[in-house]
């Protein structure tokens, strides 16, 4: 089964970009980022942010910019700046912790434990139960009562059965509903409530 990676862009680093590397520059520090997502060097203290080295012009990684990026999950990454490499670019402890509560943001949003979903929308059941809140959408089976239907015939489980071409397990099955009909049986057994003289033709076949 495939999956694929996005790359989010902050607006800074869009502008940063385009104006230090080429468009192709960028797409060959994409390729080398989905072959190994966690190449660059963690910046200890940030939450997790990462800092990578990317060639531009014609004199490799001695003319390089520095690439920030945080990797949200395996299939998500988001460029967060781009600058040149005269750039000074030592954090103190206190800028460190502040873009520490950044990262933390973003990790939150794709580390919500199936529990925490489960819970809100057990919860949130719990609330259109009680007529609290509406559903946002209900759909409506009806559902064929077999046992009239047979009951109204005045025929046995295994007569039915023969004449549905079905199992006499399933004719109970659905009379204990604890399955139900659907397909062709269904069609088949709503027809024949409307109109018991079917009944006859099928089981003559």
């Not at 009562?145 to 397990?169: C, F, Y």
């Not at 069609?187 to 033709?201: G, Q, T």
Request: aromatic letters at 6%; glycine letters at 4%; hydrophobic letters at 45%.
């Amino acid at each position: 089964m495939s999956h694929a990676i996005e790359f989010i862009e902050t607006s800074f680093f869009t502008k940063q970009i385009q104006s230090i590397a080429t468009q192709e520059e960028l797409r060959i520090l994409q390729n080398e980022l989905i072959a190994w997502p966690d190449k660059g060097d963690i910046i200890q203290g940030t939450g997790g942010l990462r800092k990578i080295r990317m060639a531009t012009g014609n004199k490799g990684k001695s003319a390089s910019v520095r690439v920030i990026y945080f990797l949200a999950t395996a299939e998500i990454i988001y460029f967060i700046m781009a600058y040149p490499k005269n750039v000074k670019d030592t954090l103190n402890d206190l800028e460190k912790a502040e873009l520490k509560k950044l990262t933390k943001l973003l990790k939150m949003r794709y580390k919500m434990s199936i529990f925490n979903e489960l819970k809100a929308s057990l919860e949130e059941a719990v609330e259109i139960k009680q007529g609290h809140q509406k559903a946002a959408n209900v759909t409506r089976y009806e559902i064929t009562d077999v046992k009239a239907i047979r009951e109204q015939l005045n025929v046995s489980q295994s007569e039915l059965a023969h004449a549905l071409g079905t199992s006499l397990d399933t004719i109970k099955s659905w009379e204990l509903k604890r399955r139900n009909p659907t397909g062709l049986a269904a069609k088949i057994l709503i027809a024949i409530k409307r109109n018991p003289a079917l009944f006859a033709e099928l089981a003559a076949i």
